[in-house]
């Protein structure tokens, strides 16, 4: 297989988007059409004469200015609400010169006026970015964790983590078929060493499972995926290493990959009674080092990353935290 032939996530959006001089994505027009061009905003027989000049309208210039009287006159409210949503998300990124920095503006707090669904977009396609040529198909599944929702299975020392919305399909399927419907009876490919060359084929249907145990090629894959993710946004050379547990008398610094790790870490660091139940959520723990990059404080010590599930066995991983929360030097 040719390197040309290593393609994957071509529906995410990343082929249509330009670089700017520092290497960094930019909206094309042929980007932001594809927002107007979604099945959310497509014409239908029912449509009114504003929309559909509407429509005609930001299909010949999708950065054309729309004014209130223009949505206003549609008929449709589901439809008004939606061009507000893909309109307010163009706006935010014409506010920032890359889609990277208005990702780390978000990370690092800046209000958005548009479904969180657009930020796992804008991450997806910046993780294309960072993983263009990669030829670890186990990565780019590990990577899938940053932007799409997980659920976990925790079996025989094994953590399965496969795709939310694969797996509710199935089990769907299967009790419309008379069979069972948790999600313990899905059964979904497990992604392996030997496997893994399926991906290529397989990238765009999310239907692959992986095992992120702490000593499992899974957990390494993710610590590969957020290296990059650190240096291509902060220029930071960082080495993460999956753990078994933290056994630091001199922890300084954590960072939760999800709410529920923030949570836990914040809670321990405190000394503060944390339950078996509430510790057996934590599905991996990273300790990630610098060389120079961190504070005086910080200078030699490790930061440890902790990826857990929720209380009904979900991932919603939150990637911006590592970017806005790393004891950085110049504190950018």
Same mark, same amino acid.
């Given at each position: 297989?040719?390197? !040309? ?13 330009? @670089? ?28 009114? =004469? !504003? ?18 009287? *223009? ?26 010169? #890359? ?11 800046? !209000? ?7 930020? =796992? ?50 089990? =769907? ?27 290529? +084929? ?29 240096? @291509? ?13 933290? +056994? ?5 610094? @954590? ?11 914040? +809670?321990?660091?405190?000394?503060? *009674? ?17 060389? /120079? /990059?961190?504070? +005086? ?34 504190? #950018?």
């Amino acid at each position: 297989m040719t390197l !040309a032939a290593l393609d994957f996530w071509t529906t995410s959006g990343w082929h249509l988007l330009d @670089h700017n001089s520092d290497r960094m994505l930019v909206p094309s027009a042929d980007f932001m059409a594809a927002y107007f061009q979604r099945p959310e905003l497509a014409l239908v027989e029912e449509s009114c =004469d !504003a929309e559909r000049a509407l429509y005609h309208k930001l299909e010949t210039d999708p950065f054309a200015v729309v004014n209130e009287e *223009e949505l206003n006159a549609m008929a449709d409210a589901d439809i008004i609400e939606n061009y507000r949503a893909v309109l307010a998300f163009r706006e935010f990124l014409g506010q920032y010169d #890359s889609l990277e920095a208005a990702y780390l503006a978000i990370a690092k707090g800046a !209000a958005i006026t548009f479904p969180p669904m657009f930020v =796992d977009q804008m991450c997806q396609m910046i993780l294309r970015e960072i993983l263009n040529g990669e030829i670890e198909p186990l990565q780019l599944r590990a990577a899938e964790i940053l932007f799409r929702t997980q659920s976990v299975t925790v079996d025989d020392g094994r953590i399965m983590v496969a795709d939310q919305t694969t797996v509710q399909f199935h089990a =769907d399927s299967q009790r419309l078929e008379g069979g069972g419907e948790k999600k313990e009876d899905v059964q979904i490919d497990v992604l392996t060493e030997e496997t893994a060359d399926a991906y290529w +084929d397989r990238s765009e249907m999310f239907d692959t499972a992986l095992d992120i145990a702490y000593d499992k090629p899974g957990a390494a894959a993710i610590a590969r995926v957020l290296e990059k993710w650190v240096y @291509h946004f902060l220029k930071l050379r960082v080495s993460v290493t999956p753990m078994l547990r933290i +056994d630091d008398d001199d922890w300084q610094w @954590h960072i939760g990959l999800d709410g529920e790790s923030t949570m836990i870490l914040n +809670d321990l660091f405190a000394d503060e *009674e944390v339950t078996q139940d509430r510790l057996t959520r934590i599905l991996c723990l990273f300790k990630l080092e610098s060389d /120079g /990059g961190f504070t +005086d404080k910080m200078d030699g010590k490790p930061v440890y990353l902790a990826l857990s599930q929720n209380a009904v066995g979900i991932i919603r991983a939150k990637p911006q935290n590592l970017l806005a929360n790393l004891p950085l030097r110049d504190n #950018s």
